[in-house]
């Protein structure tokens, strides 16, 4: 397994098993959503959620800022992004 890759996944296990110290806003918690998806499944697919889905919508919209990043460019971001944090 690659460096990057180890860290992606250190990254992303501290930030599902954090406990009360890491509190993020909705929005940061959107962009490490985002970031996750390009990292692992590379560009948004399928259609986009209907009006009244708020929470499909934005998770949608927020991966979809992300197309053509290439999967070690938001692994690094997302790790980048929570070293910023800490």
């Known amino acids: ?3 990057l890759k180890a860290k992606f996944e250190e990254s992303v296990n501290y930030i599902q098993t954090a406990d009360g110290d ?3 806003s909705n ?6 959503y985002a970031l996750y998806k390009q ?6 697919s399928g ?8 929470v499909g919508r934005a998770k949608y ?4 800022k992300l197309k ?6 938001a692994m690094q971001k997302y790790i980048d992004k929570l070293e910023s944090l800490k």
């Open 1 to 3: 397994m690659s460096d």
């Open 22 to 24: 890491f509190q993020p």
């Open 27 to 32: 929005e940061l918690k959107l962009e490490f």
């Open 39 to 44: 990292a692992t499944e590379g560009d948004v």
């Open 47 to 54: 259609k986009r959620p209907g009006m009244m889905d708020f």
């Open 61 to 64: 919209d927020a991966w979809d």
């Open 68 to 73: 053509g990043t290439s999967s070690e460019e």
